[in-house]
């Protein structure tokens, strides 16, 4: 299966061995660059998932990255409201700079350093913004994805996702 992410257009576009399916679809952040994001307030402080977990690292969330990624099995989280029922993980990465924080733990500066954030993949949520994944509208459609995942690599076939 491929799917192909059209953030201009809000579609995720589904490619199955003859069925196409179009599911509406966005990857809207909070960042500094929006103003949507408020500097200096430490609840709004969001870190980098890397390789490294003993260390957390401020950084900006940015939208989903380009490029082509595979896409991995869908995890149930019946337990988590931001990502229930299900998240679906990718492969998806990038470096982002890291953000030093002022003395109340709120973001005070860009700095040079960066760091590979991981952790992007596609869910359906009630929220408007993520922190860089795909949210699908209808948690409907998800289900739809999740199956439609399970079909696929049932049968042999790989599920890739470009964006």
């Not at 289900?143 to 790989?158: C, D, I, K, M, P």
Request: charged share 25%.
């Amino acid at each position: 299966m491929n799917i192909r992410f059209y953030p201009d257009h809000k579609i995720l576009e589904c490619s199955l061995t003859n069925v196409i399916k179009d599911i509406p679809a966005d990857c809207v952040v909070r960042n500094e660059l929006n103003g949507r994001r408020p500097l200096h307030d430490p609840t709004q402080i969001i870190y980098a998932i890397t390789h490294d977990p003993k260390h957390k690292y401020p950084v900006m969330p940015r939208t989903f990255p380009r490029g082509t990624w595979s896409v991995f099995k869908p995890l149930p989280r019946p337990d988590d409201p931001y990502l229930s029922p299900f998240f679906i993980p990718t492969e998806a990465e990038q470096y982002l700079n890291v953000w030093a924080l002022d003395d109340e733990g709120g973001y005070d500066h860009e700095t040079d350093k960066r760091v590979l954030d991981l952790g992007y993949g596609l869910h359906f949520s009630l929220w408007l913004t993520t922190v860089g994944c795909i949210r699908i509208y209808s948690e409907e459609d998800l289900l739809w994805l999740v199956s439609a995942y399970f079909r696929e690599t049932q049968s042999g076939h790989v599920v890739q996702l470009a964006a």
